[in-house]
Each structure stands twice: as C-alpha cells, then as structure tokens.
C-alpha cells in the first residue's frame, strides 16, 4: 500500500509532494479514516415512522403510520407499528425496526410469564416500569427505539407514557415519537396541552373526548405524512378503552 | 404390591424385569382425586373434582393453563406438579418466541417424557410422583394425552386418572363413540357424569347438596378457544345441565356417520399426520 501511495503521490503531485510531510499526513489521514469507515460495521438502522399517542378520561388513542424506509428507499408500505400487549395496553414503537422486534417479543413473553405466575393482567403502571427495566439492561448495546406505551391505569384512567432509547420512561397525556416528533409535538401541544397559552388566558381542564382524539390523531398523521419524508401511506389509529379496541384505517400520501 | 429386596431404589432392577419405585410412583397418582379428560371433534375438555383435605382447607388448583393452547389436569403430588407445569410453561413460551407459533402438543408431550425419564434412571433422582392429563389444541385437532410418572404418555381419545378412575373409566368406555359428533356442551355434561361416578357412595346420593356442586373444575380448549377453565357461574350452569340431561338421554349408540369421521387416528383418512418422533429427540 505504501509503495502505491509513493507512486500515486508522485504522480499526481510530482516531486514536491515528497518533500512535504504535512500534505503526507494529511493524505494518509483520510486514507485511514476511509479504510476505517468501510471496514466499520453499524448495527443500527433508521426505518422511519411516526407513532403518537393521546390519553383521555376513559380512554386512550394510539397511532401509528405504516411506512418502513431504509435510507431513501421504502421497504414496506404496510407494517403496523403498534403491538397489543395487554387487553388495556398497546406499545407503539419507532426507530430500528429489528430492535422493535426483539422488544416487543421479549416484552409479550414477560407479560404471559407475568400473568401465567401472578393469575391476573398486568396493570399498564408496571408495564412500564418493567419496560424501562428491560431497556436499561442494553444500557450499552440499547434499543434503538422510541416506544409509547398507551393503556388504562388501574383506575381506568387513560394513561400514556414514553420511553427513551435507554428506558428513561415519564408519564404524559399526549406524546408523538418518531421521525416527525419535531412537526407533531408542538401541535399536540397547541391543540391538546394549552402549553404556549399567555398567563392571563385560564388554562382550560383537561377532557378531551374520544371522537376529538382519534380526529386529532387523524389530522396528526396526515401533518406527518406531508412534511415528513419517512412517514406516510397508511396511518392506523386504535382506540382502547375497558370494552375493548377499536381500530380505523386511514390512507395518507404515498410519496 | 408388596415390599420386597428389590425396591429400595429406582436403578434396582428385579428378578421379574420390573422397576418396583416406579411402579410406586405410579401407585402416589392413585392417591389424588379422579379428574377426566376427553374430546369431541374441534375441542378437549378437562374435569376435576376437587375435593379439600378437610373442610377447613380450600380444595387444591387440579388444572392448571399452560399455554393458550394447551393445559393440564393433575393427580398425585401437588409440588411435583407444579414443577412439571414451571417446565412446560417455559418450553411452551420459549418455542413461542423462538418460532413464532403454538408448541405442538405431541412434540411438547415427547419433550416432557424425556425429562421424567431421566428421573426413573438416576440413584440420586426420584420419579416425579404425579400424573397428568393433557388436554391440548393445535394443527392435528385436539388432544388428550396421559402421562405417567414411569414417563410413559399415551395419546386417548379419553381418559381419567385418580382415586376412583375406574367407574369413571367405565362410563367412557361406554359412550365413547358418541363423544366425536358430539356439541361442547354434551361433551361437558359426559365429563361431568363421568366424574360423578368416581365419588364416595354417600356423595352420589347427595347430589342436590349445594356444597358438593362447587367440588369440581371445567376447563376446554380448541378451535378458536383458548385454555379456559371454567367460572363457578358456568360450572353451576353446566352443573344444572348435566342434572337435567341425566345419563339415560344421552345417546349411547354409535351413531352412523362416526365410522366416516376422521379422528385423526385412522390412517388414511386424514390428510395431516404429525411426524411420530419414537425415539428420544433431546440430549438431557
């Protein structure tokens, strides 16, 4: 390699070249950062997509777009990104697709093994927390997802909660997670969250209903699927309440 | 059975060829209370009678899920049971997640057999002192198996183990080829009446007495029904139901089309067959 490096420099550059260590260096540096790149394997992939979550009274809407993308190149236009995992909980989850995988699975075995040994459904307040728990055990090799988790506390409240590569997890009412989170956040914020409201205006109580939730969820994913190059072609919003799920199906731009 | 020279260990043959600890083990199933197993068609039913060590104490759990596919009904030694279940929970869930798909029973039934083996052949082992009915549901249709501390399983088209068996048995044997065409709701009701006649006597003739109603569990799985045992409403419904029928309107002649129907064990008439693995197919 050396010797073709002798060769090539002389010449390209001539004669000077040789004489000059910095421009050597300096050749050589980004010859090596070159060789290092190739030879580099990087186990995480961005798939793209969008998920977003809404908690209500009695209920809570998650949703999802169903696009999967590598790079510039769209591997799947129809791959929900929601996972039941209990009658009255459901993971949502973005980021790298075969860590979502292996999450989700490992997260039904624990749930079955949960349920098998203490005879009763797990409650969503402990789904998460054992989510964090499973995440954080890949501190340094993580999953590179971001997860919403969106189901009915033991009260039968509406609950939603988010989840960090690393298992850091808070509770909220409305979340959206995904290659869009910078479009959707502030407008679930404005619409939901009376968050950038002046002082003087009364901060309204929080009660969305579920019609306006699933239509907010709707609108959301349509925002996404505009702007947002790895989300679109179809949205699926599910609505969990103590009767059960109810799903819609929307289509939203193929581009 | 009597004792003799060579039954102080389970690696001790005798001069017959037999292995006396393990047929002792076999004789601890004849010590828990009866429970039945049978099928029709799409679906395998369980039932157990559950009958407390005294009337103070709750009774003790005879069935227990395993899978949404499949469950078991014990008799015999209540820890080693659960031990066993601990074992085919985890086979279960581990196929599962490996394979994406439900453990086939007969497969799950070779694997566990494999396991009790290894117990009837090891000084510092005991058999497992507990026998199980398998009720399970997968490609091949329904199923009930029965396994026996020896670690030997049979495949049944029904089956009862437990104190008592014997009259249960009977009553099977006899309806046995009606139980095919028969509706989820008259295989339970025969379950029910087959359990009944492995009661004490002085029990059989209370049977408007409320306390002996509650002594047994239900429990069915099969086509499009996951394992599940049975609510105390819906044993007292079932209850009334099989009370009502009575054994002499239950039809107990074969009827014509059963020797058509496909029970999957007749070869040639059915078109699935699940490979007979008749070796042993895991190293312990």
């Given at each position: 390699?050396d010797e073709f490096?002798?060769?090539?420099?002389?010449s390209?550059?001539?004669?000077?070249?040789r004489c000059?260590?910095?421009q050597?260096?300096?050749?050589?540096?980004?010859?090596?950062?070159?060789?290092?790149?190739?030879?580099?394997?990087?186990p995480?992939?961005?798939?793209?997509?969008t998920?977003?979550a809404?908690?209500g009274?009695?209920?809570a809407?998650v949703?999802?777009?169903?696009?999967?993308?590598?790079?510039?190149?769209?591997?799947?236009q129809?791959?929900?990104?929601?996972?039941?995992?209990t009658?009255e909980s459901?993971?949502?989850?973005t980021g790298c697709?075969?860590d979502t995988l292996?999450l989700?699975s490992l997260l039904e075995?624990?749930?079955?093994?949960?349920?098998?040994?203490?005879?009763?459904?797990?409650?969503?307040d402990?789904?998460?927390?054992?989510i964090s728990?499973?995440?954080?055990?890949?501190?340094?090799?993580?999953?590179f997802?971001?997860?919403?988790?969106?189901?009915?506390?033991?009260?039968g409240?509406?609950?939603?909660?988010y989840?960090?590569?690393?298992g850091?997890y808070?509770?909220?009412?409305y979340?959206a997670?995904?290659?869009?989170?910078a479009?959707?956040?502030p407008?679930?914020?404005?619409?939901?969250g009376?968050?950038n409201?002046?002082?003087?205006?009364?901060?309204?109580v929080f009660n969305?209903?579920?019609?306006?939730?699933?239509e907010?969820?709707?609108?959301?994913?349509?925002?996404?699927?505009?702007?947002?190059?790895?989300?679109?072609?179809?949205g699926e919003?599910?609505?969990?309440?103590?009767?059960?799920v109810t799903s819609t199906t929307?289509?939203?731009r193929?581009? | 059975m009597?004792r003799?020279?060579?039954?102080s260990?389970?690696?001790?043959w005798?001069?017959q060829?037999r292995?006396?600890?393990?047929?002792?083990?076999?004789a601890?199933?004849k010590?828990?209370?009866?429970?039945v197993g049978?099928?029709?068609r799409?679906y395998?039913?369980?039932?157990?009678?559950c009958?407390?060590?005294s009337e103070?104490?709750?009774?003790?759990?005879?069935?227990?899920?395993?899978?949404?596919h499949?469950?078991?009904?014990?008799?015999?030694?209540t820890?080693?049971?659960?031990v066993?279940s601990?074992?085919?929970?985890?086979?279960?869930?581990?196929?599962?997640?490996s394979y994406g798909?439900?453990y086939?029973?007969s497969?799950?039934?070779t694997?566990?057999?494999n396991?009790?083996?290894?117990?009837?052949q090891?000084?510092?082992?005991?058999?497992?002192?507990?026998?199980?009915?398998?009720?399970?549901?997968d490609?091949?249709?329904?199923?009930?198996?029965?396994?026996e501390?020896?670690a030997n399983f049979?495949?049944c088209?029904a089956?009862?183990?437990g104190?008592?068996?014997?009259s249960?048995?009977?009553?099977?044997e006899r309806?046995?080829?009606?139980f095919n065409?028969?509706?989820?709701d008259?295989?339970i009701?025969h379950?029910?009446h087959a359990i009944?006649?492995?009661?004490?006597?002085?029990e059989?003739l209370?049977k408007?007495?409320g306390?002996s109603?509650l002594n047994?569990?239900?429990?069915?799985v099969g086509?499009?029904?996951?394992?599940k045992?049975?609510?105390?409403?819906?044993?007292?419904?079932?209850?009334?139901?099989?009370?009502e029928?009575g054994?002499?309107?239950?039809?107990?002649?074969?009827?014509?089309?059963?020797?058509?129907s496909?029970?999957?064990?007749?070869?040639?008439?059915?078109?699935?067959?699940?490979?007979?693995?008749?070796?042993?197919?895991?190293?312990?």
């Open positions: 390699m490096n002798k060769i090539f420099k002389s390209v550059f001539g004669d000077e070249a000059s260590d910095e050597d260096e300096e050749i050589n540096e980004f010859e090596e950062i070159g060789r290092k790149r190739k030879k580099k394997f990087d995480y992939e961005a798939n793209g997509g998920v977003l809404i908690a009274a009695d209920f809407v949703a999802c777009d169903t696009r999967l993308s590598s790079g510039y190149n769209v591997t799947s129809d791959q929900t990104k929601l996972f039941r995992m009658k459901m993971v949502a989850s697709w075969c292996a989700t075995m624990r749930i079955q093994m949960y349920e098998q040994e203490h005879n009763k459904t797990m409650a969503t402990s789904l998460a927390q054992m728990i499973v995440m954080y055990n890949r501190r340094f090799f993580p999953y997802t971001s997860s919403i988790l969106a189901g009915l506390d033991r009260k409240k509406g609950i939603v909660y989840f960090d590569p690393v850091h808070e509770r909220c009412r979340r997670l995904g290659t869009s989170y479009l959707l956040q407008c679930l914020d404005e619409l939901l009376w968050e409201l002046l002082p003087s205006k009364p901060v309204p969305v209903s579920k019609q306006s939730a699933i907010i969820a709707q609108k959301c994913l349509e925002i996404a699927s505009d702007r947002d190059l790895f989300s679109g072609d179809k919003i599910q609505c969990i309440t103590k009767d059960g929307i289509l939203l193929g581009d | 009597f003799n020279q060579y039954d260990d389970v690696t001790v005798s001069p060829g292995l006396h600890q393990v047929e002792y083990a076999i601890a199933v010590l828990g209370t009866a429970t049978l099928k029709n799409d395998a039913v369980l039932v157990a009678l009958k407390p060590p103070l104490s709750a009774s003790q759990r005879k069935l227990i899920p395993i899978d949404d499949l469950g078991i009904s014990i008799a015999g030694i820890a080693d049971a659960r066993l601990k074992y085919l929970r985890s086979e279960c869930l581990s196929y599962k997640h798909s439900a086939p029973v497969r799950l039934i694997n566990l057999g396991k009790m083996q290894t117990t009837t090891r000084y510092d082992r005991r058999p497992y002192g507990v026998g199980l009915l398998l009720a399970g549901y490609e091949m249709g329904p199923h009930i198996y029965k396994v501390p020896s049979f495949n088209k089956m009862t183990i104190s008592r068996s014997q249960a048995r009977t009553y099977l309806h046995l080829k009606t065409a028969c509706s989820n008259d295989i009701c379950g029910i009944r006649s492995s009661l004490p006597n002085d059989q209370s408007d007495d306390a109603q047994i569990t239900i429990a069915i086509k499009n029904q996951p394992f045992i049975l609510t105390d409403q819906e044993n007292l419904v079932y209850l009334n139901m099989a009370k029928r054994t002499t309107s239950m039809p107990s002649k074969p009827q014509e089309d059963d020797d058509n496909s029970f999957g064990d007749q070869p040639g008439t059915s078109t699935l067959h699940d490979p007979q693995v008749a070796v042993a197919t895991k190293e312990n």
